[in-house]
């Protein structure tokens, strides 16, 4: 089995759709967190040891992956139907970018918002 060849134009597609993960669900969890190209790279995210950036570029990552999994004459769901390339990236990403943000961030008592520990982060320290 031989894995697609992801091209520059099929990236270049789906960055929008990188670039509203990173509005819907990473921006509203951090709030010195701004989608400027010019000052994403330098901008810690909390105690995560991440910036804006490599989020970014995680996620373009998981882009890849996405892409080179697709299989477009799989038949999914009821109507019998194969799934589109964009359902299943959107679907990759949901689910990718979700794991990332419960990684790095954590609910404790009441409303408050609290970001993890960028060494429990790493699994290197202790519970």
Do not use: C
């Amino acid at each position: 089995m031989t894995k697609r060849v992801v091209t520059n134009e099929d990236i270049k597609k789906y960055e929008g759709l990188v670039d509203a993960f990173i509005n819907k669900h990473v921006i509203k969890n951090f709030n010195e967190a701004k989608n400027n190209p010019k000052t994403r790279n330098n901008i810690m995210l909390g105690n995560t040891g991440m910036t804006l950036g490599d989020i970014r570029q995680h996620l373009l990552t998981e882009l890849v992956i996405a892409l080179q999994n697709y299989k477009p004459n799989v038949i999914g769901g009821p109507t019998g139907k194969p799934v589109q390339e964009q359902s299943f990236v959107y679907g990759h990403l949901t689910f990718r970018v979700g794991a990332l943000m419960k990684k790095l961030s954590s609910r404790a008592r009441g409303y408050s918002f609290y970001h993890s520990q960028i060494e429990k982060v790493q699994f290197e320290l202790e519970e």
